[in-house]
C-alpha cells in the first residue's frame, strides 16, 4: 500500500490562480480530511468527507472547494489564490468516520502564493 | 480562543532520561484526545490516544495520563532515544468524530545525546 499520496510535493501561484491539490488513498478508507499547517500553529481543518458523494466544512474552509466522486480521491481546490493561504497542506484518511479510528496523514504540500 | 493548548514550545531532555510532553484543553466536549509525532517535511503520524473513559494508556515507552477533573493530558517517553526528536501535536475530538481533530500548536522535544 502507498498509504496517503499527494501532489505536488512544492507549488508557487500568483494571486487570482486557481489550482488543485491532489490527494489520494489506496486502503479504502472511509473518510478524508484537508488540513492546513502555518508556521506556529497546529493543524486546522479545511474540509471532511464521510464517504462518496458526501463533504462538509471544517474551521476554516473560505476559498477552498472540495469533492468526493471515488473513495480513493479527495482533491482539493483553491478558487482564487491569496497570500493568506501560503501554508502547508496535509490531507488525512481513517478506515472510519467516527472516532477511535487513526487519521493517517499523507507528506503534505508547500503552498506559496505570491 | 485556542481549545487545545500545549504552552511548551520546546522541550529539551537528555537521552535515557523521561520526556513529559503536556497538554491542556477548555472545551468540556472533547472526549477523544490522541498524540501525533511530525519529523520535518513529513505528515504527522499516529503516537498514541486515550478516550475519556480512561485516565491512562500505555504502548511500549509510550503512555499517555488524562486528568479529567483539571482538562489536562501528558505524555510520557521513557526511555527517551534520539529517534525520538520531533514535534508532538496533541489533538481532541468529539462528538462522533466525523468533524476532524482540535490541534495544539506542538511541542518540539530535542533528545540530547
Known amino acids: 500500500n502507498a498509504g496517503v499520496t499527494q501532489t505536488p510535493k512544492f507549488q508557487v501561484l500568483k494571486t487570482g490562480q486557481s489550482m488543485t491539490l491532489q490527494c489520494a488513498q489506496d486502503?479504502?478508507?472511509?473518510?478524508m480530511s484537508w488540513y492546513r499547517q502555518d508556521p506556529g500553529m497546529g493543524l486546522r481543518l479545511i474540509h471532511y468527507s464521510v464517504g462518496a458523494g458526501i463533504t462538509d466544512q471544517g474551521e476554516v474552509p473560505n476559498g477552498y472547494n472540495v469533492s468526493r466522486s471515488t473513495t480513493e480521491d479527495f482533491p482539493l481546490r483553491l478558487l482564487s489564490a491569496a497570500p493568506s493561504q501560503t501554508s502547508v497542506y496535509f490531507c488525512?484518511?481513517?478506515?472510519?468516520?467516527?472516532?477511535?479510528?487513526?487519521?493517517?496523514f499523507g507528506p503534505g504540500t508547500r503552498l506559496t502564493v505570491t | 480562543d485556542q481549545q487545545v493548548k500545549q504552552n511548551s514550545p520546546s522541550l529539551s531532555v537528555q537521552e535515557g532520561r523521561i520526556s513529559i510532553l503536556n497538554c491542556d484543553y477548555t472545551?468540556?466536549?472533547?472526549?477523544?484526545f490522541l498524540w501525533y509525532k511530525k519529523y520535518p517535511a513529513e505528515g504527522p503520524t499516529f503516537l498514541i490516544s486515550i478516550s475519556s473513559i480512561k485516565d491512562k494508556n500505555e504502548d511500549g515507552r509510550f503512555t499517555v495520563f488524562l486528568n479529567k477533573s483539571a482538562k489536562h493530558l501528558s505524555l510520557h517517553i521513557v526511555p527517551s532515544q534520539p529517534g525520538d526528536s520531533a514535534v508532538y501535536f496533541c489533538?481532541?475530538?468529539?462528538?462522533?468524530?466525523?468533524?476532524?481533530?482540535?490541534f495544539g500548536k506542538g511541542t518540539h522535544l530535542i533528545i540530547q545525546p
Open positions: 486502503m479504502n478508507h472511509e473518510y
Open positions: 472545551n468540556s466536549m472533547f472526549d477523544y
Open positions: 489533538a481532541a475530538s468529539s462528538g462522533g468524530g466525523a468533524d476532524g481533530l482540535t
Open positions: 488525512a484518511s481513517s478506515p472510519r468516520w467516527y472516532k477511535g479510528y487513526e487519521q493517517y
